[in-house]
C-alpha cells in the first residue's frame, strides 16, 4: 500500500537504556500527519521492549532479519512466527549487510519474504547495487536481478510487501543517492511492479538519509519514504525525516 511510510534500522545498536529513552522520545514526538506511518526494526532481544514502549502508539516495529525456515535445529536462527509473537509488524529482509556479510542470496532473501508473508509479517525486501556496478552501468540489470527473485517466489502477494531501493554505495557512508538517480530506479521497479499488477506497494528510499535530505528525496514521485539507519537513533533527526 503506498502512503509515505519511514522506517528505522537500529542495526546492531541499543541497549536497555537507551532504548527506553528513544523509545519515550519517539512515541512523544510522533504525531502523525494524515497518511504518514513510522516504524523501528530493532534488534531481536529488544522486541519485546519495543512493544512494551510501542504498543498502543502510532508507531510500529519489526525485526532486521529472520531465518527462511520455520522450525527445527538451526542453532540461532529466529523464526519469522517467533517474531511475529512479539507483536512486529514488519521485518527487513535482504539488507544489503546481510547479502555482503552473510552471504544471503537473492534465493534466500526470496525465501525469507515469503516466510515472514507466512507469519503474517510484512516484509521490507531491500534491493541495491554495489558502487562497483553502478560503475559498470549494471545498476538496472542487478535491481531487476534481485526484485524478479522475490517476485517469481511471492507472485502478487508482493502486492502485501514493502521494498526498499538502497544502493549499497550510499548505506553508511555519508553518500546519498541524488533525488534523479533514486527517481530512476525507484520508476524501475515501479514498472516491475506495474506488470504484476502490484503497482501500488510501497517503495522506500535507503542510504544516509538525513533531515536536510529527506524532503527532497521524498518528493521523488516513486519514493514512497525511507529506510533510515544511523540517523534512526537519534529522535529528533529520525523524527524530523518522519515530518519531512
Ligand atoms: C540502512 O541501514 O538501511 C541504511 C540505509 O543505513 P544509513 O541510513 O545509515 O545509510
Same mark, same amino acid.
Given at each position: 500500500m503506498r502512503g509515505k511510510l519511514v522506517v528505522g534500522n537500529w542495526k546492531m545498536h541499543g541497549g536497555l537504556r537507551q532504548n527506553d529513552a528513544l523509545f519515550a522520545d519517539l512515541r512523544s514526538g510522533w504525531n502523525p500527519p494524515e497518511g504518514r506511518r513510522l516504524a523501528v526494526c530493532v534488534p531481536f532481544p529488544y522486541l519485546w521492549q519495543a512493544q512494551a514502549a510501542l504498543s498502543g502508539s502510532a508507531i510500529a516495529w519489526g525485526a532486521q532479519n529472520i531465518s527462511?525456515? &520455520?522450525?527445527?535445529?538451526?542453532?540461532g536462527e529466529v523464526s519469522a512466527a517467533m517474531v511475529a509473537e512479539?507483536?512486529?509488524r514488519y521485518v527487513i529482509v535482504g539488507h544489503s549487510e546481510r547479502r555482503t556479510?552473510? &552471504?544471503?542470496?537473492d534465493a534466500v532473501v526470496a525465501a525469507k519474504a515469503a516466510a515472514a508473508m507466512a507469519a503474517g509479517l510484512t516484509p521490507i525486501v531491500c534491493v541495491g547495487e554495489t558502487l562497483q556496478e553502478r560503475e559498470a552501468g549494471s545498476t538496472e540489470a542487478v535491481v531487476a536481478r534481485q526484485l524478479d527473485a522475490v517476485l517469481a517466489e511471492l507472485g502478487i502477494r508482493i502486492a502485501d510487501a514493502v521494498l526498499a531501493y538502497e544502493p549499497v554505495w550510499a548505506i553508511g557512508t555519508g553518500l546519498t543517492a541524488s533525488p534523479a538517480q533514486a527517481q530512476a530506479v525507484h520508476a524501475l521497479v515501479r514498472r516491475r511492479l506495474r506488470s504484476v499488477d502490484a503497482a501500488d506497494v510501497a517503495v522506500l528510499y535507503g542510504g544516509s538519509v538525513k533531515a536536510d535530505n529527506a524532503q527532497a528525496l521524498f518528493?521523488?514521485?516513486?519514493?514512497?519514504g525511507g529506510l533510515v539507519g544511523g540517523a534512526s537513533l537519534k529522535a529528533a533527526e529520525f523524527l524530523a525525516i518522519a515530518h519531512a
Open positions: 527462511e525456515r &520455520a522450525t527445527g535445529a538451526f542453532t512479539f507483536g512486529c556479510l552473510f &552471504a544471503e542470496t518528493a521523488c514521485p516513486d519514493v514512497d
